[in-house]
């Protein structure tokens, strides 16, 4: 996947893949000087990817990506009609799934 890049100016790596973002987000430290409301306290203490969910939360976003993000691009690119046919019955198929 080409969703990661390196901001030359910092070497921060960034992301705009969902799944990275997520456990990004999960992560985020406030500094000490920070001062933060006690809403803010009680999102930060809402774990977005519990270990114990993990695997589950990792196969949904690899289906989400590739079936859903990606499936739109694959029957718009397909090159022959057969290929289309394909990807369109995928496309069928992941919107039942997702009701």
């Not at 409301?37 to 774990?47: P, Q, V």
């Not at 499936?71 to 690119?77: A, D, E, H, N, Q």
Request: proline share 4%.
């Amino acid at each position: 996947m080409f969703d990661r890049f390196v901001l030359r100016a910092t070497g921060q790596v960034v992301s705009n893949e969902s799944g990275d973002l997520m456990r990004m987000l999960n992560n985020v430290t406030p500094k000490p000087s920070d001062v933060l409301s006690e809403e803010e306290k009680l999102r930060r203490r809402i774990d977005l990817y519990p270990p114990s969910l993990q695997q589950e939360i990792d196969a949904l976003n690899h289906w989400i990506y590739e079936d859903v993000n990606n499936g739109v691009y694959k029957c718009g690119f397909a090159t022959t009609q057969v290929l289309m046919r394909g990807m369109a019955r995928m496309r069928v198929r992941t919107r039942k799934r997702m009701r």
